[in-house]
């Protein structure tokens, strides 16, 4: 079990532009359903210090830090907080109620919602990113999907080896720790934790808690015969 689901148990809180966010005392969890109130504290007006190509398109309550690219064709919805020297490449979509914290890469046909990313994260290609936590230099390959509505939309519940925790959330994706690394096509289904420095290598279909330093890999057997006309 990773601590008791503290914020520190997973993320390195100095390198978050809002450290506010989160009770140190609650599961990690409990901040996903406070970012859009805490958005509407911090964002009450469009200001774009960095920079907006032509083509792009940011509406209502967004503010983008300096030394952040937007590229042409990426849509911000607001309210949204773009740190400092983010790269929001072509095709990124960013719904309402995003952090992007500074140095971060959010690309191309990637869609974010009610999410918040630590600094230094790289979530690049093909993924969607709905009610969740990434850590500090995070790194999503591409296609991987944050799953966050269970089929049923009952609650979601972290399972922990033989222990179920409640999370009372309609709406919760994944707690990705500092430096983990998800590979491509990578699902992971709602109430994921994944451990710091963790490793889940490509094609995983993945749930409950991964202890830090983990690695998790598959094996496949392929068969492999002749072609007939």
């Not at 005392?25 to 109130?37: C, G, L």
């Not at 500090?136 to 296609?143: D, E, N, S, T």
């Not at 972290?158 to 590979?183: C, N, P, S, Y």
């Amino acid at each position: 079990m990773i601590g008791d689901f503290f914020p520190a148990s997973l993320f390195d809180l100095s390198r978050t532009e809002h450290p506010e966010l989160f009770d140190k005392a609650a599961p990690a969890w409990e901040a996903v359903p406070k970012i859009t109130s805490f958005l509407a504290g911090l964002v009450n007006t469009f200001s774009v210090i960095g920079k907006v190509m032509p083509g792009a398109h940011l509406l209502g309550q967004v503010h983008v830090g300096p030394g952040t690219v937007v590229e042409p064709g990426a849509v911000i919805k607001g309210p949204a907080w773009i740190g400092e020297n983010v790269q929001v490449r072509a095709g990124c979509y960013i719904r309402e109620n995003v952090i992007i914290g500074s140095g971060s890469v959010v690309g191309n046909s990637c869609e974010f919602k009610n999410c918040v990313l630590f600094q230094e994260c790289e979530v690049p290609h093909f993924n969607y990113v709905g009610d969740s936590i990434l850590g500090h230099k995070a790194h999503l390959g591409a296609g991987v999907i944050l799953s966050n509505v269970r089929l049923m939309r009952d609650e979601i519940v972290v399972r922990d080896g033989g222990e179920t925790h409640r999370t009372g959330l309609k709406k919760f994706g994944a707690l990705i720790g500092d430096r983990a690394e998800i590979g491509c096509n990578s699902v992971l289904n709602p109430g994921s934790v994944i451990g710091r420095q963790s490793l889940i290598a490509p094609g995983i279909v993945w749930s409950g808690v991964l202890e830090e330093k983990s690695v998790v890999r598959r094996k496949d057997e392929h068969l492999i015969t002749t072609r007939r006309a």
